[in-house]
């Protein structure tokens, strides 16, 4: 299945700016996260960052296993930490 990824700000630099993933039906968002290069500035172990949001299809999620279907969306933002 086709899951489309994007990311923003320093992220970009990272991980490409728009990709397409191929990755097998039934995947999870980790399956997703995990075939990256650079996955380490996405994930702490099996967690997602703290300095990282995670949306699918426009909605956050914090949780690796969230189930993807083909066509989804992920976007991958940094946090915005200052004030």
Do not use: C, Q, W
């Not at 075939?35 to 990282?52: A, C, M, N, Q, T």
């Not at 699918?56 to 991958?76: A, M, Y």
Request: net charge negative; hydrophobic share 40%; no cysteine.
């Amino acid at each position: 299945m086709r899951i489309r990824l994007r990311s923003f700000g320093s992220l970009r630099r990272d991980l490409g700016r728009d990709l397409m993933l191929e990755i097998d039906e039934g995947s999870l968002l980790r399956d997703a996260l995990l075939s990256l290069p650079r996955h380490e500035r996405l994930l702490d172990g099996l967690k997602i960052r703290d300095d990282v949001y995670v949306l699918v299809n426009g909605r956050s999620v914090s949780d690796i296993s969230t189930p993807l279907k083909d066509g989804d969306e992920i976007s991958i933002v940094p946090a915005i930490i200052g004030g």
